[in-house]
């Protein structure tokens, strides 16, 4: 069965390290993202991509880099992590055929920066 | 530009009772609406999604919304809660040729036996 996977699923990292968080699919799906959950905040959109090359900014882009390589992999990186990233990172995907495409998500990551 | 609100970040119900979560939206060009619903340490997944199709949306578990223009509403209902419902439920909306949902704050509910 296809399905999207995150790694890892916990992590802890202290203030300035660079950390990143992997995602791969095998939907096939062009479209990718990245979103943070934070109590009172719901899912914010840090980046997404809509195939191979292409990444774009969401809502809250800063501090957080991706790259598409592959149709498979979006893997997001802190350049130097802060508190204030301390979260739970999900990932997602959709075909890219039509705006009622239906997201799939990974099981998130919780990321912990002390 | 879009918007989802989600009314009430809690909802408590006893087993058996009427399920009712509540979400309106705010767009300017036809929307169409999702229902995703968060498990404990789980991601989303989707419960049901309008599609302009019908109104009247059923989907996985005994949920179903009603997409109502008039009132821009698109309330999530289940006639009577089990305790395997538990769980945090997100309103989504997608508009005007985006791919990219709008997300509501989540509502949690919360099964009493």
């Known amino acids: 069965d296809a399905e999207i996977t995150q790694s890892p699923r916990h992590k802890i990292t202290e203030t300035g390290r660079q950390v990143t968080l992997a995602c791969h699919q095998t939907?096939?799906?062009?479209?990718m993202f990245w979103y943070r959950q934070d109590l009172g905040h719901g899912l914010r959109l840090i980046h997404y991509s809509y195939g191979v090359q292409d990444t774009n900014k969401g809502e809250v882009s800063d501090g957080y880099s991706v790259s598409r390589s592959n149709t498979e992999d979006l893997p997001l990186t802190l350049e130097s992590a802060a508190s204030s990233q301390t979260s739970v990172y999900f990932c997602a995907s959709s075909s890219g055929t039509g705006v009622t495409d239906t997201q799939y998500f990974g099981p998130g990551t919780r990321l912990t920066v002390l | 530009a879009q918007s989802v609100t989600q009314l009430g970040s809690h909802v408590s119900v006893s087993e058996g009772a009427l399920v009712l979560l509540r979400c309106n939206y705010s767009s300017s060009v036809p929307p169409y609406l999702f229902w995703y619903v968060q498990y404990p340490n789980q991601g989303l997944q989707l419960l049901l999604k309008?599609?302009?199709?019908?109104?009247l949306v059923k989907g996985i578990n005994g949920f179903e919304a009603e997409f109502k223009k008039s009132e821009t509403s698109f309330h999530l209902t289940k006639p009577s809660a089990h305790m395997s419902d538990a769980a945090e439920y997100f309103c989504a909306v997608s508009a005007g040729g985006s791919y990219i949902p709008t997300f509501g704050r989540g509502t949690s509910l919360i099964v009493h036996p």
């Open positions: 309008y599609t302009s199709a019908a109104t």
């Open positions: 939907w096939n799906h062009n479209n």
